[in-house]
């Protein structure tokens, strides 16, 4: 939000939970509370707003559930609503968050946007690619630029406790062992605020199409937890191949980002080491205070 | 609905327009209206009937617009919509009509449901290929049988007169000359009471996936048009030639119907010539019922 209010967009931000302040905040954006799957208040908000640009990231995204839920047949109803509402009132350019999951995972690889084979296996990548395929052919329809970021991994502050990195923070910052399987597997991570940068810089550019969001530089799964481990001071916690290979798992995930840094212009802030340590940072104050409130009570 | 009916089904059938009688009509059916692009009607609709099986044929379907117009979206929407009502209140088997514009059109030719590539080239094709990737993943994902029933050419009684065989059929009833291009690209044509008949059949099978809707005989647009004007007793009328051809039409666009014929177990009943031959006698009663009702002005 802050990275669109300083290029200069006037930035309305919505989001349905209540935690979320109503009117301009210190991030310069003009908040809205209002839920994307009604479809009245979706249908106010854009006629009350009228946008010129849409950043789509509303979705689903329970941690293990979104990948078989039902709720993605709902997202992809209310997102095409939504970007029909963005066109009838003077859209132009609209910039939707896609997934790595679009493509074929069984032989996994380096995916370029272009050329590799879009298989998904799950409902969430379906509804997603489904989504991209619809909005796309709308948007040349209408005359409406359309671009579709496929988020490959993300990490950083506030994430979910079950997922990857804060799970062995949190282990290892607790003295527990963090237990992994042997860790070989390649990905490719973003740190979130890098992952924000990148959006922001497609929804700035006119490029059109699917764009890989992702670092362009894979590491291993044992890389990463052991400086996840080694950031929070711990890295004898580290268990490789105590867990066991989850079955068809694909040896490499990964992102060309040809496009990205070349026709988008964008490439990452944070090096891995960074973004971990910020991370892992976040979540030691989190364990700070819990045990302070702990050791209050 | 005569033939679901005739099977045993207990049909509630569903229409928009105000011409349908409601409830128990002679057809064997229980009919509504409702509009299904409107959310409550649709919702209320599915909990008061609990169908058990869905065939889903309502689409945006205005002559020569329904290949751009974004109400194709609006479709996918509702569509999906219905879907996930459907699944709640018990559903277990929905069959849906898709089209043969799902198909790349690039290259023409007789298509095959497993292993033709898809790459529609329209909102319309896009948003039917869009919508069987999500129906069939949450189908697999909610244990609900869908099969996806890919239309090719059809024509019948009661067709748009801006359609093929209704123009040429009215223009040579009237004495008129009928200008077509040259006509040798090769369609595959099933008549509408026989594309009810193969959709019945599909739905009281256990065939999911996509299965092409045709008559696996493909014939010439000329052959097509002197037909009907052969039928009204004006061979002389078709004029062969006399329009150009429009640039990239493919020079066939047919269908393989291994699948619905081994594995659903269906065929035609009507040639071409007893179809045309129903079509060219509507049309004729209507042109004379319009005459007489002219003539008594």
Redesign the interface.
């Given at each position: 939000v802050e990275l669109l209010y300083r290029r200069g967009y006037e930035v309305h931000a919505v989001s349905s939970s209540e935690t979320t302040h109503a009117g301009r905040a210190s991030d310069g954006a003009i908040w809205h509370r209002a839920d994307l799957l009604d479809?009245e208040a979706r249908r106010a908000l854009v006629e009350q707003v009228r946008p010129t640009h849409l950043l789509h990231f509303a979705w689903y995204a329970e941690h293990g559930d979104f990948w078989?839920s039902?709720e993605n047949?709902?997202w992809?109803?209310a997102s095409?609503?939504l970007?029909?509402a963005f066109?009838e009132h003077g859209g132009r350019r609209a910039v939707i968050a896609g997934t790595c999951a679009e493509y074929d995972w069984s032989s996994g690889g380096r995916y370029v946007e272009a050329s590799s084979p879009l298989e998904?296996r799950?409902?969430y990548g379906?509804?997603k690619?489904?989504?991209r395929?619809?909005a796309?052919?709308?948007g040349?329809?209408?005359g409406i630029s359309c671009a579709w970021g496929r988020v490959f991994f993300v990490y950083g502050e506030r994430e979910q406790p079950q997922r990857l990195v804060p799970a062995v923070a949190r282990a290892v910052l607790a003295g527990q062992p963090a237990p992994c399987s042997h860790g070989r597997q390649l990905r490719d991570f973003l740190h979130t605020s890098d992952a924000a940068a990148a959006f922001v810089a497609l929804l700035d550019s006119t490029v059109e199409g699917a764009v890989n969001i992702g670092s362009g530089q894979p590491v291993s799964i044992a890389e990463l937890v052991q400086l996840v481990a080694a950031q929070a001071g711990r890295p004898e916690l580290v268990c490789l191949g105590a867990l066991p290979e989850r079955p068809g798992e694909p040896f490499e995930l990964s992102a060309d980002v040809t496009r990205l840094c070349e026709e988008v212009g964008w490439s990452p802030k944070l090096t891995l080491e960074q973004g971990i340590a910020r991370a892992v940072r976040w979540h030691r104050r989190c364990l700070e205070v819990s045990d302070a409130r702990g050791g209050a009570a």
């Amino acid at each position: 939000v802050e990275l669109l209010y300083r290029r200069g967009y006037e930035v309305h931000a919505v989001s349905s939970s209540e935690t979320t302040h109503a009117g301009r905040a210190s991030d310069g954006a003009i908040w809205h509370r209002a839920d994307l799957l009604d479809a009245e208040a979706r249908r106010a908000l854009v006629e009350q707003v009228r946008p010129t640009h849409l950043l789509h990231f509303a979705w689903y995204a329970e941690h293990g559930d979104f990948w078989t839920s039902t709720e993605n047949v709902r997202w992809v109803e209310a997102s095409l609503s939504l970007l029909r509402a963005f066109g009838e009132h003077g859209g132009r350019r609209a910039v939707i968050a896609g997934t790595c999951a679009e493509y074929d995972w069984s032989s996994g690889g380096r995916y370029v946007e272009a050329s590799s084979p879009l298989e998904p296996r799950t409902l969430y990548g379906v509804s997603k690619d489904a989504l991209r395929r619809v909005a796309e052919a709308w948007g040349a329809e209408r005359g409406i630029s359309c671009a579709w970021g496929r988020v490959f991994f993300v990490y950083g502050e506030r994430e979910q406790p079950q997922r990857l990195v804060p799970a062995v923070a949190r282990a290892v910052l607790a003295g527990q062992p963090a237990p992994c399987s042997h860790g070989r597997q390649l990905r490719d991570f973003l740190h979130t605020s890098d992952a924000a940068a990148a959006f922001v810089a497609l929804l700035d550019s006119t490029v059109e199409g699917a764009v890989n969001i992702g670092s362009g530089q894979p590491v291993s799964i044992a890389e990463l937890v052991q400086l996840v481990a080694a950031q929070a001071g711990r890295p004898e916690l580290v268990c490789l191949g105590a867990l066991p290979e989850r079955p068809g798992e694909p040896f490499e995930l990964s992102a060309d980002v040809t496009r990205l840094c070349e026709e988008v212009g964008w490439s990452p802030k944070l090096t891995l080491e960074q973004g971990i340590a910020r991370a892992v940072r976040w979540h030691r104050r989190c364990l700070e205070v819990s045990d302070a409130r702990g050791g209050a009570a």
